[in-house]
């Protein structure tokens, strides 16, 4: 039997490149060159028209305009220009959440210090040397309070429990000149304090008040700073090597194979790009956590916790706290008396009272309520606009920056050819990707700056959490705080361990990557597996033909 060499022999010759037009003549690289020549690269070497591509290592190895260089240089432009699209992405979503920040935090700064103002403008005339003489005792609360919404460490029940004991300290020994009064008598004094009310409501009152709307106030900064910040590192994560080819694949291997009009296919530019980004979708769902978290605070500090009303009338409680003690002196002097005994008589003589009080000025609190409302209700809008930021990026990017095709579009470019896209598109996330068929990638190793990140966004909205029910916490470095706990952490450690070892994007994944077979990981490509079987059947074919002829 000879016929079998004859079919062998047409078997290799169907197998050789075959031209991507009808026509024998080779067609013209100028697309191609004029492409290369704009990014940059120079026209040396660059083909005049179509070569065989033999050569080609990613892209289809049909006929080519490009050369091996050529194609080294388009991967490394694809990749620094998809890094690109991605940081581009990033920072729009850093200007509106710092935006955001910028604008509560005037606001809120604003609030505070026309509080001061006010009182700086009318004690002198209302409490004369009972406001000159404690001047700093006033301006410490103030620095205080400022350092407590900036993130120090300070406990802001303390903090206001100590202004109220420096404050009643200088004023009873100034409302009693006459007598001698030892810092021994004082801390006797301040022992019965809490009992006879020499302020009246007022220190218990707001301290519930401000600290519920300071820890909620800079809760709610703090959550707009972490949110840019981890948008900021995420971005900058650079690709793999494998999501390397992929892009190039995607974006300049039409232009090598003569395609340049042809755009790639959406379902394609899909897969492409949720495989490079799959670790960034695993931040989904702490990230609309976040976003859910501080809408509900900002309901709080434009509802309940009444920011605008409690931070701009801290200097009328105050002056609320002084009269109710001058009013009440002799009772309060009397029962401190009757506590602690009778002070000696001072040698020195007593001022007049009416150096002491020159008489009442009106205190008024210009509110910004309104304003308070439209930061709120803008905010909100943003939250909720970017809560799915990191699972419709992928999307965002294909039709926005790679100009996909439509979805509906069978005549587009599907890696290897102009024709439509069978695969389906993989789900969002890392452990979604282990049958991805145009990126490898190894579910089993995820990304440690994205895991990182992830951790905080879960501590900063477990701080959030804390804050939507007035507890403080500690804003200590959140990389030395695992577990977000503080002060009034209603969290148990036992509980939070709990949560945060079932969080999907924490745990190990329960599915496992497909053991690597022949140097590949798990991809699904025909691009890969085509040579492979044809190989196959060529060594079937010239065993037949050896038993053949013998």
């Not at 605070?297 to 609320?320: F, L, S």
Request: positive net charge; glycine residues 6%.
């Amino acid at each position: 039997m000879r016929f079998f060499p004859w079919g062998f022999w047409l078997l290799c010759v169907a197998s050789a490149p075959v031209r991507g037009d009808s026509g024998s003549k080779a067609r013209s690289c100028a697309e191609v060159r004029q492409l290369y020549g704009a990014k940059g690269f120079s026209l040396s070497g660059v083909p005049q028209a179509e070569i065989s591509g033999e050569h080609l290592r990613i892209c289809p190895q049909g006929y080519t305009c490009c050369t091996s260089e050529m194609e080294e240089n388009f991967a490394n432009k694809s990749r620094s220009e998809f890094e690109a699209m991605v940081k581009e992405s990033g920072r729009s979503v850093q200007t509106t959440l710092t935006a955001q920040h910028r604008s509560f935090d005037s606001y809120f700064q604003d609030l505070l210090n026309k509080s001061e103002k006010a009182l700086y403008d009318a004690f002198p005339s209302m409490y004369g040397e009972l406001y000159t003489q404690n001047m700093k005792v006033f301006k410490d609360l103030y620095s205080e309070l400022r350092r407590y919404y900036r993130g120090s460490n300070i406990n802001l029940e303390e903090a206001l429990n100590e202004f109220w004991t420096r404050l009643l300290e200088r004023l009873f020994k100034l409302m009693n000149p006459q007598y001698h009064i030892t810092d021994e008598y004082l801390d006797c004094m301040v022992k019965h304090a809490e009992q006879h009310k020499p302020f009246g409501e007022v220190p218990r009152d707001l301290k519930v008040k401000a600290t519920r709307a300071f820890i909620a106030a800079r809760s709610y900064a703090q959550g707009f700073l972490v949110g840019s910040d981890v948008v900021k590192k995420v971005s900058q994560v650079s690709l793999s090597h494998e999501c390397t080819r992929a892009i190039m694949k995607l974006m300049y291997c039409p232009h090598c194979r003569g395609m340049s009009s042809v755009k790639p296919c959406n379902n394609y530019c899909l897969n492409v790009v949720k495989g490079c980004l799959a670790n960034q979708a695993d931040l989904n769902t702490e990230w609309k956590y976040l976003m859910d978290s501080l809408v509900v605070v900002a309901d709080r500090i434009d509802g309940p916790y009444n920011v605008d009303t409690v931070i701009g009338t801290i200097h009328m409680r105050i002056a609320e706290a002084i009269s109710n003690l001058q009013e009440n002196k002799d009772s309060i002097t009397a029962k401190v008396f009757q506590g602690c005994g009778n002070p000696k008589v001072s040698t020195k003589g007593s001022s007049s009272e009416d150096k002491k009080r020159r008489g009442k000025v009106a205190l008024e609190a210009k509110s910004s309520a309104q304003a308070l409302e439209m930061l709120v209700l803008d905010a909100k809008g943003n939250l909720t606009a970017l809560r799915t930021y990191w699972i419709t990026l992928p999307g965002s990017l294909c039709s926005k920056k790679v100009m996909a095709s439509s979805a509906a579009d069978d005549k587009c470019w599907n890696g290897m050819t102009k024709g439509s896209y069978l695969p389906e598109v993989m789900g969002d996330g890392l452990a979604n990707q282990i049958n991805n068929p145009e990126v490898e990638v190894d579910i089993t190793k995820p990304d440690m700056t994205i895991r990182q990140q992830i951790m905080q966004l879960k501590i900063m909205t477990n701080r959030l959490g804390n804050a939507n029910i007035g507890n403080d916490v500690d804003f200590q470095d959140a990389s030395d705080d695992m577990s977000g706990s503080g002060s009034g952490d209603s969290c148990p450690d036992d509980v939070c361990g709990k949560r945060l070892s079932k969080s999907p994007s924490t745990r190990q994944p329960e599915t496992h990557a497909i053991p690597k077979q022949s140097g590949h990981g798990v991809s699904g490509a025909s691009s890969r597996s085509l040579p492979s079987a044809f190989l196959l059947l060529l060594s079937v074919a010239f065993i037949a033909a050896q038993h053949l002829w013998r």
